[in-house]
């Protein structure tokens, strides 16, 4: 994860994923049979803040060791409306 600028100045940040099947993005969208509401990738920690299913927005709390702490919200973009059924 990379944000710009000094850390200490951001409160949060939003990140806007394209809903495609990918096994890391059923973590951050909850798409498991028993969702864990914590989950590590690479020393980062996330903790399950809450969401609005029906929009596809997904909250986390991510820290990273004692001084870094940063609330994400997860924007799913359902491109199958947009860009239309994959070619065949």
Do not use: W
Request: include cysteine.
């Amino acid at each position: 994860m990379f944000t710009a600028g000094l850390l200490h100045s951001y409160a949060s940040a939003s990140i806007f994923v394209a809903l495609t099947y990918v096994p890391l993005l059923d973590l951050f969208f909850r798409r498991q049979p028993n969702p864990s509401d914590v989950f590590f990738i690479e020393g980062f920690k996330f903790v399950f803040a809450g969401a609005q299913d029906d929009m596809d927005i997904y909250f986390y709390t991510v820290s990273y060791r004692e001084n870094f702490s940063m609330i994400i919200s997860f924007f799913g973009i359902d491109t199958s409306a947009q860009c239309g059924p994959p070619p065949t």
